[in-house]
């Protein structure tokens, strides 16, 4: 069974001041809006949600069904979109692994990987036992999973007094606040270098191909970082 202690304490930071929840649930409101603009009913909003979660794979997918994508190719779309988060599965899973701790956590866990829970357990990983770091990480990602969830039912209902530029707004909160994350943390060589080249290939590639032009910004930025890091 999951450790009631260590889940609450878990599911109990995203309330506090640093927490990405207030930036999550506003962009889960924009996207409640838009499965309603699209046509979503209430109750296939909230299955979107408890199944996607993460906010990219929930546009993804609400973009492709706009444009009359069929089932196989929004399913791989969201998949391919969400393939960002094996790096931060690959960074997280060995924090968390303890012997003690049956697989079937570590399989529920893994709905849980997004940017704002990863962020969450990152920073606060070495105050737990690593023991009890999966029971941690299961509350926060419950927290921030239902705070995505409840939001989207909010933006449903609030939709018909939200226009287009208010929900933009909403929807850039969460990457805003990301990047200031991101900043924030620019404490050695390969971070810096892979923040400042990202910023500046993912624009330019974009001249060259819209389409996959954070890919291969991302890409290029952070392979640089990382050789550029290694030699010193």
Known sequence: MVNSKYFFKGFKLIKSLDSPALALGASFIAIGALLKNIGFNLEQSIFSTFLTYALPGSLVMAESFLV??????????????????YPMTVSLMPLLLHKSQPRWKYYLSCH???????????????SIGKK??????????????????????IGFLASDYL??????????????????????????????LSIILGAILGPAFFFISPEWSILYGGVLAGTVAYFIGELK
């Open 68 to 85: 009359g994508a069929s089932l196989i190719n929004i399913f791989l779309a969201v998949w391919l979109v969400n393939t960002r988060l």
């Open 112 to 126: 849980f990987i997004a940017v704002s829970a990863w962020l969450i357990m990152k920073g606060n990983y070495q």
């Open 132 to 153: 009890h770091r999966i029971d941690f990480w299961i509350g926060i990602g419950t927290g921030t999973w239902l705070i995505a969830i409840v939001s989207t039912i």
């Open 163 to 192: 226009n287009k530029d208010m929900m933009i707004g909403l929807a850039i909160v969460n990457p805003v606040y990301f990047t200031c994350m991101m900043v924030g943390e620019m404490k050695n060589l390969q971070i810096n």
